[in-house]
């Protein structure tokens, strides 16, 4: 099994900055993509970005030039600094990691944490 384990939510102003951490555990040897995914209420749970272990990255068009995803694979965490945040960007966001390539959510999920962005 793996355990992903997210850190650094939190409420910030708009145009405030968050970076999130999520740190995988337990049986991780083989993990390639990890990623980030967030929820808001009464919406669809949505790929934000990800990243594969030889570090090709991904951010989907609505935070492109605003959040920026990487990994340390010595650390085997995964980051997401999160720049120019709006109201809009309030979420659940999640981490996910898979053995794959394929930027998909795969089949390890963390808990989540929460970022709220409001005045």
């Known amino acids: 099994q793996v355990q992903l384990a997210e850190s650094g939510g939190g409420l910030v102003q708009p145009g405030g900055s968050l970076r999130l951490s999520c740190a995988a555990s337990?049986?991780?040897?083989?993990?390639?993509?990890m990623g980030w995914y967030r929820q808001a209420p009464g919406k669809q749970r949505e790929l934000v970005a990800c990243?594969?272990?030889?570090?090709?990255?991904n951010e989907v068009d609505s935070v492109k030039g605003r959040f920026t995803i990487s990994r340390d694979n010595a650390k085997n965490t995964v980051y997401l600094q999160m720049n120019s945040l709006k109201p809009e960007d309030t979420a659940v966001y999640y981490c996910?990691?898979?053995?794959?390539?394929?930027?998909?959510?795969?089949?390890?999920w963390g808990q989540g944490t929460q970022v709220t962005v409001s005045s």
């Open positions: 996910n990691a898979d053995f794959s390539v394929v930027c998909i959510p795969g089949r390890y």
């Open positions: 990243i594969t272990r030889s570090g090709v990255a």
């Open positions: 337990g049986s991780i040897f083989g993990i390639n993509v």
